[in-house]
């Protein structure tokens, strides 16, 4: 049986991804107890800000990381792929933002909202994949019903299904 896992969080492979047509939703939505506080993104040194990162589950049976961090006092999650030619963001160190406090892509320079993940800088030209998270601070626990591209709500036309 596959694990996906970071350290101490682990999620087991009867997860199955349904894409409906907007959201690619995680059935059974995935449900994570949390050990430590999630990183808070303030804009005085983001670019030092190491978010927390856990493996999830991807398409065909992939894992992929995605990374955490507090943003005006909401949960944000996005994977850790670049949409230009789909590498990780970070140089494997959990790093994601710049100065400006944006998410950039360390190999290419790309730069993302890190509210929405929808691009404010090329090369890349689609968004980032952001999950759909809820946390709940009396239990510290992370629960991510699934995933989808901000491009879907905010065009008519494209086909955004593809990595």
């Not at 968004?127 to 591209?149: A, C, D, E, R, W």
Request: aromatic fraction near 14%.
């Amino acid at each position: 049986m596959n694990v996906f896992q970071n350290s101490d969080y682990r999620i087991k492979d009867n997860v199955k991804i349904h894409f409906d047509g907007n959201i690619w939703k995680y059935e059974p939505e995935l449900t994570i107890k949390i050990k430590e506080d999630i990183p808070v993104y303030t804009k005085e040194n983001v670019h030092l800000l190491k978010a927390l990162t856990i493996y999830l589950p991807f398409w065909d049976g992939e894992q992929k990381i995605a990374f955490f961090y507090k943003y005006d006092n909401q949960v944000i999650g996005f994977f850790n792929i670049c949409s230009h030619i789909k590498v990780p963001l970070d140089l494997d160190d959990n790093r994601f933002f710049n100065v400006l406090g944006n998410i950039v892509c360390k190999v290419h320079g790309a730069q993302f909202c890190p509210k929405t993940g929808m691009v404010l800088s090329g090369p890349a030209r689609s968004p980032l994949y952001k999950l759909i998270v809820q946390f709940n601070n009396s239990n510290h626990t992370l629960v991510i019903k699934g995933f989808y591209h901000e491009s879907f709500f905010n065009s008519s036309s494209g086909d955004n299904t593809s990595l």
